[in-house]
């Protein structure tokens, strides 16, 4: 089954001496996201455009589909800004570029 993603994001990792990650992180990743309104995690996973890895301490435009969105898509719009984490240790901040037309 393929999922469609939901939207596009600037990703940009922490640098390894800043808590990010020790090692690339390659165009399929699936990190946990945290959103300004919702107190839990989203299992998301990052597809990166033009770029197969992801150094700590790069920025990328990356395809983002959320495994198990529930409810929370209409509240997801361009400008919105998360974090996503490693198990519990933050990697990194996004910024929603675009939404995508769903299915």
């Known amino acids: 089954m393929h999922i469609r993603p939901h939207f596009i994001a600037l990703l940009t990792y922490a640098k390894s001496e800043d808590g990010g990650l020790k090692i690339p992180a390659m165009s399929g990743y699936r990190p946990k996201i945290r959103f300004p309104f919702h107190n839990g995690e989203f299992s998301a996973i990052q ?3 033009d770029v197969e890895n992801v150094f700590p301490g790069d920025t990328v435009s ?12 209409e509240k997801l719009y361009e400008g919105l800004d998360f974090d996503f984490f490693h198990n519990d240790e933050l990697i990194g901040h996004g910024t929603i570029t675009k939404m995508l037309p769903p299915d």
Not at 62 to 73: I, K, M, R, W
Request: charged share 15%.
């Open 62 to 73: 990356a395809e983002v589909t959320l495994v198990d969105p529930a409810n929370s898509l």
């Open 47 to 49: 597809n990166f455009i």
